[in-house]
């Protein structure tokens, strides 16, 4: 009974519960998805005020701007190089086993209705106006908005300016660390209710789209899993090892958060939980405050592999022939559209039907095709962009020369 304590314990039987609610009875299961909704809204609420003051603490403590931007240099060239590999696997995947084969859907037959508002939200898509929106209006509105990286800006400005000041600034600074525990503090509190927000939401998805259309589209499904595998797997494993520690440990160590993604869906509702964790196993604060945050817009694994094989299932189950140079330059595309997703379920397919439209080569109704296996798909999604950003944590933490070993040695060295 001791294990019915642990809390991955408890959100892998709200799992399983959950599914069985949603496949015997989905009509109460789909009435269910308040529950997940209301933990994620919560665990979002708390996601700016956390990242602020982790951010400024950290860069403040450091004071060191030479510093914080060589950390942040090496952070982008690696979610630069990793997305892309990422981006060539699901491509590579996709042409090996073409899941959209035999659909020979046609225009006539694309219900253009159902992404009728994806494809108006992706019609304001443009690098430019991404970038712009990183600004916010308002000091206030970032946190209103919850943009994560309105808040990042906030807190790497702030912080820069408080380190400037010496000793004036040390009372604001313990101010906001004893805030700061303040909020992991309700972190640990709103965490207790992950079980009953993993059931909530596991019977939504199974009530809501059942379990029938895991096989009619059970192809692209497969392909999606075992790619998400295979990049954890063999490439996050292979980085992993060159750089001296044991991703099955950081799986482990992990494994509540890990399974809340499975639960809820979305990489979000853990990020305050790995922002802690990789702390307390010597990734110093200031990398952790800065890594963490942008990589969740910017170190999108899971969704990039899934951009670019959904794109190509389209291509393939409209019988839309792409020749290799077509291919690349969707991969192109998707290098620059793939890091405005967020890590929310529903924002890929705004990312997904900006990426056909900038190609003007596959149909954006085609997205109807996949609308009703999206959801099962997004765990995938999410736990590669959750391990992704916690292998990228504790790289550039080593790369950039902070990380302390004394921390993790029994946890995560091989």
Known sequence: MRYLRLLYVQVLVGILLGGLIGHFWPAFGADLKPLGDAFVNLIKMLIGPIIFTTVVVGLAGMGDLKKAGSVGFRAFLYFEIITTVALVIGLIVANVFTPGAGFHATPASLDAKSVASYATAAQGMSVVDYFLHIIPKTFVGAFADGDVLQVLLLAVLFGLALGRLGD????????????????????????????????????????????????????????????????IFVVLGAIMHVSGFSLWKVLVLLKDELLIVVGTSTSESALPGLMEKMEKVGCARPTVGIVVPAGYSFNLDGTCIYLTMAALFIAQATDTPMTLAQQLGLMGVLLLTSKGAAGVTGSGFITLAATLATTGHIPVAGIALILGVDRFMSEARAITNFIGNAVATLVISKWSGDYDATKGSEVLRR
């Not at 079980?195 to 379990?211: E, Q, R, V």
């Not at 589209?217 to 392909?223: A, I, N, S």
Request: with cysteine; charged share 10%; glycine share 10%.
């Open 168 to 231: 004036h600034a040390r009372p604001v600074i313990n101010l906001l660390h004893e805030v700061a525990r303040v909020f992991f503090g309700i972190v640990a509190i709103v965490t207790r209710f992950a079980p009953i927000a993993a059931a909530g939401a596991m019977a939504f998805t199974i009530g809501k789209f059942g379990l029938s259309t895991l096989f009619l589209l059970g192809k692209l499904m497969l392909c999606v899993y075992l790619t998400c595998g295979l990049f």
